[in-house]
């Protein structure tokens, strides 16, 4: 019994590092595309007022439902807003750090 425990927990510990090791990849994409405008961490305003705080993203969409934005390449209305277009393990990353940090 106890060495089932030690494998859950192995696993378990295993499964969190992977997370851990999406979450910062996400936020260095984040970092290197995204703050320029948005504020992409758990406070402060983003430096252009237009653009939503990526911790407020929930509030306007369900954030797992970006990953089709994503794959296809995000448009929005204003045209200063860069056009990307990820792939799959960007999106994983990049999903994984949204959901870290919404409020």
């Known amino acids: ?22 979450v910062q990849r996400g936020f260095t994409f984040a970092q290197t595309n995204c703050s320029q405008c948005h504020a992409i961490g758990r406070v402060g305003e983003s430096p252009v007022p237009e653009a939503p705080p990526f911790r407020t993203l929930h509030t306007r969409y369900p954030v797992e ?3 089709e ?3 296809e390449g995000i448009t929005t209305g204003h045209p200063s807003m860069p056009q990307f277009q990820l792939d799959p393990a960007q999106i994983n990353d990049l999903i994984a750090y949204l959901q870290s940090i919404q409020g």
């Open 65 to 67: 439902d970006l990953a």
């Open 1 to 22: 019994m106890r060495l089932v425990a030690l494998l859950c927990l192995a696993i378990a510990s295993t499964a969190a590092m992977a997370q851990s090791g999406r």
């Open 69 to 71: 934005a994503f794959a």
